[in-house]
């Protein structure tokens, strides 16, 4: 079996259903999960990083599986006193939840970074993977719409993706500097895979993708890079990223994800229903690899995750 | 009926007890409770203010009437949470709870004070009376034990009062201004009483009358002082005064405490069955007045407060 390591792209649930598969593989610590830090948001000012913490929970069996978000046998008190005190209560912080925010919080706040708080949860947790964020400074998604600019969790949760997008913005991307554990494996000759989890292109990967380096590393290295779709018969597993598609213009399909990140990865994966776009996606600079995408159950994830790994090492010059 | 405003000086519970009693009592907006804050610490990053917060839980009726402390129905999954991530674990924050320090902690780093905070909570949640901090800067009771120092929730919750008193500090005391409003009261001709609850008086009641003007104030007023007896049949209510005195080599009796606060105080009012300390408590500087002083139920606080309202209106010069 091929060695290096395998880092891979994640944002919320659908990459960190994927992540999880991954992570039980035994790739042990060759594993690095980047997750995106644009969602991320100060709120009742704690430091909450959802794509980060749904890895985390995922990869630590904590997730609430049938909710799909957040952690299991969770409890909504704070949620319910926090109404009582007249104070924001759109976004739902479950009580267990919390305990995260609280600890990442004061953590950040006495000076730690954001890599160096997730590693110690991490380990704390049982995590053998790598789970580092996308860069220990701020990013914030933007959202344009009709209605103006939106900060990603208002669009999101708040406003429930009712506004119309017309594109996106990364607040602070030119100022920060990729996690260094990431760029160091990116740039590492023995690297085996870049692997892009099924989370939205447009603000789960592309804020990874458009740090300082990243791209050019990415074009940079041997190793292959391969994505999985996350729409699925022209709709999104989860999240608003058909209609993100759709009210910019695009068709919503896996074909248009492909092309989204054609020039920069290797192989492509589409679920077996979308056989029929096989073919277009063949013909962009990619291979188009079929598989079984939707993960309902654990050993759905472990499948995938184990199609992705023959699939890159299979594409390995 | 006389007027003017009414100060009710308070620690956690036993005061709480009072306070809710006199709020009962149609002072409305005339009834001022003063709160230490020595007991204040910071946790987990959060601001956390248990006297206060008794006295808010007590008048907003969201106190755990069984427990003695802490919120109604609540819950532990942050706790257990907490626990899990490795956090420090030794102080309970209940999930209904801590939707009061996460609001609190947010409001104080904007920049607000806590009179502000404390203002806007208790309008929240319908409380007709005034509750102030005793100072808006920061006083931190530090309990000197035969181990060395301890801050307060060290020595009370994680230590459970085990180490041996010898004294007690108030770090912060000097640099820290009254409260306006209380200081306001205090000094306003019209004054009506003062009124020090049944709250401990080494460590709730005194960093009250340490800070700098106040002893003078109260000296100044014509308004009575009366002072109600933690320490019933020569034991504490509640805590550990009675513990605390044996330590210093006082009786834990009321009449210890009467003697505390002579020079102080016009009345004080212990439990009917102390009545055998009345004559050795009169031939002090004050008053000896008998009440059944023990408030079980909410009758037993209304009760109390009117007794202690009646016997401030009969000192009134």
Redesign the interface.
């Known amino acids: 079996m091929a060695k290096g390591q395998v880092i891979a792209l994640s944002g919320g649930v659908g990459g960190a259903k994927l992540a999880l598969g991954l992570s039980r593989l035994g790739l042990d610590d060759d594993l690095l999960i980047v997750t995106n830090v644009g969602d991320d948001f100060e709120h009742?000012?704690?430091n909450i990083c959802p794509d980060l913490d749904s890895v985390i929970y995922a990869l630590a069996g904590l997730n609430d599986q049938e909710k799909g978000w957040g952690?299991a046998?969770?409890?909504w008190?704070?949620m319910?006193?926090?109404g009582?005190?007249?104070?924001e209560n759109w976004f739902n912080l479950?009580?267990?939840?919390?305990?995260?925010h609280?600890?990442r919080?004061?953590a950040l706040?006495r000076g730690e970074s954001l890599t160096q708080v997730t590693a110690?949860?991490t380990r704390?947790?049982g995590i053998t993977a790598n789970v580092v964020p996308m860069t220990d400074d701020p990013v914030r998604t933007m959202v344009q719409t009709t209605d103006g600019p939106l900060a990603f969790q208002h669009y999101f949760v708040r406003d429930q993706c009712a506004p119309v997008v017309t594109g996106f913005e990364f607040d602070g991307i030119r100022q920060a500097k990729p996690q260094a554990d990431f760029m160091a494996a990116l740039r590492n000759p023995d690297l085996r895979a870049v692997i892009i989890t099924p989370s939205n292109p447009f603000v789960s990967v592309d804020p990874i993708l458009h740090l300082l380096g990243v791209r050019d590393a990415l074009e940079a290295t041997t190793a292959p890079i391969i994505a999985v779709s996350p729409i699925v018969g022209g709709l999104a597993i989860k999240g608003p990223a058909a209609k993100m598609m759709t009210e910019l213009g695009m068709p919503s399909t896996a074909l248009t994800v492909a092309e989204h990140y054609e020039g920069l990865i290797d192989g492509f994966v589409l679920d077996e229903s979308d056989a029929v776009l096989a073919d277009d996606i063949g013909s962009l600079d990619m291979r188009a690899l079929l598989a079984q995408t939707v993960m309902v159950s654990l050993e759905d994830r472990e499948s995938l995750a184990d199609y992705v790994i023959a699939a890159v090492d299979e594409l390995a010059p």
């Open positions: 009742l000012g704690l952690r046998d969770e409890g008190r704070f319910e006193a926090i009582e005190l007249g104070a479950g009580d267990r939840d919390l305990a995260m609280v600890v919080t004061q706040a110690a949860i704390q947790l």
